[in-house]
Structure formats: C-alpha cells, structure tokens
C-alpha cells in the first residue's frame, strides 16, 4: 500500500531533550516536507526537500533541523525542543512533476512541558 | 510573504449546496488546491486547478478561479454529512522547489 508513515503519532516531552520524528514514503517521491499545523493557522511549511541532500527552509525552520540521507526517509529533528513547538506536525511527499500532489502522512502530536 | 485566506467556519444543511471561499496572494502560483482532513487524520488532496482554467469540475465539486481577484472557490453540491471536514485551500508558489502555502482552513459542519 502507498503510504506515508510518521513515527512517534503521539510524543510527550520536556524542554531541551532532543527528538526525532521520523517519516518514510514507499512511493519512491522525490520531493518531501515537514508541516505544522496549528488552530486558525492552518499548515506552515517547516522544511522540504527536494532530493537525496537537497533540502531548504520553508515557513517556519528556526529551531527545527532535517535531513535526507536517504530518498525514502526524511526525520525532523528538534534539538533542543520548547513549548512553543507543541503542535501536531505533518510529513508529505511528491513526485517531482504532474500536479505535484502532496500525501500526506498521518500526523505526529507532539507536546513539550 | 504570500497569504492564503479563508473563512473558519460554515453549516450546512444535509443536501444543500456548500461554498467554500480563499483568496490568496501569489499572482504567480500555477497550482491552486483543495485538500480535505477529516478528524484525527491527515490531509488528503480533494481536488485542484490549474493557473490557466476558470473551472474544474469533478462530480459533485465545482473549482472556480478568479485569477483578477486572487479567489478560489469550492463548491460542493448534494452536501452530505460524510462532507464534514476541514477544507484547506493551498497554492504551490515557487515553480522550482517545493514551496506550498496553505490556507487556516474552513471547519465544513452538515446538519441533518
């Protein structure tokens, strides 16, 4: 089945500890980005990428990093998270072409106390 | 930056036509969309239109595009409760990345 999948769906944490939110396509889609979604704000873009290394800032990046090491996968990563991160946080992926529709993932909540 | 606008809320009657309005305001987006969240999960894309097109229409959703005015408009006929959701206008504005701006998104409630 096509999909893309977010691990944890749900996260709990503290100011400062570092997390990683892992996110994987199986659809071989070169394009992917990270979202955050949050009331009356809609989605904002926090980064993409557009190939294995290629990657750049949408929105949103200042205190989140990503990576794409691997065409498949691309983690967010909070390295030091705060309460102003508490959001629930969406990956999708593309093709690099057609409508450029974007599947999304199923969404990760993440709270920081 | 760019800006994507849409109203927050709209009731409907079961069987009544719905309306979902956005402007936005990247004169140079080629692709407008509509994706649709139902609760707890995630987005899924409803329909789109391209830069060039007034209208699109796909069984029961009607696109239109006012490219003068910057508006986009849903339109769902036959509205049915399996209808409510979150509706989230988006544009994509940057031809050569990856680059999407999306709406805050208007909470469609059907009424039986």
């Known amino acids: 089945e096509a999909q893309v999948t977010q691990n944890p769906r749900y996260l709990i944490t503290v100011t400062g500890k570092k997390l990683t939110v892992t996110c994987s396509q199986n659809?071989?889609?070169?394009?992917m980005s990270w979202y955050r979604q949050d009331p009356g704000l809609g989605l904002r873009q926090i980064y993409y990428?557009?190939?294995?290394?290629?990657?750049d800032k949408g929105d949103v990046p200042e205190g989140y990093k990503v990576s794409r090491k691997e065409k498949r996968n691309f983690p967010l990563i909070l390295e030091s998270p705060s309460p102003n991160q508490t959001s629930l946080y969406f990956c999708?992926?593309?093709?690099?072409?057609?409508?450029?529709?974007?599947?999304f993932g199923p969404g990760t909540r993440l709270t920081v106390t | 930056g760019e800006d994507v606008e849409q109203s927050l809320f709209l009731s409907v009657r079961e069987g009544d036509s719905s309306v979902i309005n956005c402007t936005y305001t990247?004169?140079?987006?080629?692709?407008l969309y509509w994706y649709k969240q139902e609760p707890g999960a995630g987005l899924q894309l409803l329909t789109y239109?391209?830069?060039?097109?007034d209208m699109k229409q796909d069984q029961r959703l009607t696109v239109l595009l006012n490219k003068k005015d910057k508006h986009l408009s849903l339109r769902i006929a036959d509205t049915q409760t399996g209808d409510s959701a979150i509706y989230f206008c988006?544009?994509?504005?940057?031809?050569?990345?990856?680059?999407?701006?999306f709406g805050p998104g208007t909470r469609l409630s059907v009424l039986p």
């Open positions: 999708a992926s593309s093709l690099a072409g057609g409508t450029y529709e974007q599947y």
């Open positions: 659809m071989n889609h070169e394009y």
């Open positions: 990428s557009m190939n294995v290394e290629v990657t």
């Open positions: 990247d004169s140079s987006s080629t692709y």
């Open positions: 239109i391209f830069s060039n097109m």
């Open positions: 988006a544009e994509r504005v940057d031809n050569y990345g990856q680059n999407f701006v």
